[in-house]
């Protein structure tokens, strides 16, 4: 394991010194699943839900998350994002969100790209809640970084998850 970062020497949180670190491109994508059942799915398809179209609020309440990362994490670095993209999959019982977000800096993107995707289907979650109170957040993970120091990574079953969201 390696060592712990984010403490000083004597136990105390720290922010990290990025300051001598590189500037690169760096590229996050992270998902979050919410199960919502065939009825509440049918309703969103067929445009009948209370609070309108619930894919563009989700999508720009993910967008505006990832911008306010570093207010929500403790130890986060602001960062100057390039692009934050949040998009859907429908499935017969469930919505899979996937957000993306880069940014050229000296840290990585990973949990802009996780908060964009979290907020994103709490919103969802906000807006379906009247036809169901039953609806299940799930599989929120990280599926790829790149850039930075250690370079690119693709999480194991990232292609069998999304499989599975079909």
């Not at 300051?19 to 491109?25: F, I, M």
């Not at 720009?60 to 949040?86: F, N, Q, W, Y």
């Not at 850039?147 to 998850?161: F, K, L, V, Y």
């Amino acid at each position: 394991m390696a060592e712990l970062t984010h403490l000083d020497e004597r136990g105390r949180a720290r922010m990290v010194d990025v300051g001598e670190k590189p500037v690169t491109r760096r590229r996050a994508v992270a998902q979050g699943v919410l199960i919502v059942g065939g009825d509440v799915m049918a309703a969103v398809r067929e445009g009948r839900t209370p609070k309108g179209n619930v894919f563009e609020a989700a999508r720009l309440a993910g967008i505006m998350a990832a911008k306010r990362t570093s207010e929500l994490i403790p130890l986060c670095h602001p960062l100057p994002l390039d692009t934050v993209a949040v998009d859907f999959e429908t499935h017969d019982d469930r919505v899979v969100v996937r957000a993306e977000a880069v940014a050229t800096a000296r840290t990585g993107v990973e949990m802009e790209a996780l908060t964009a995707a979290t907020v994103a289907a709490l919103t969802l979650y906000d807006m379906l809640k009247a036809l169901s109170k039953e609806m299940v957040l799930t599989e929120v993970r990280l599926l790829s970084k790149s850039g930075g120091r250690s370079g690119d990574w693709r999480a194991p079953g990232a292609e069998a998850a999304a499989e599975r969201g079909r």
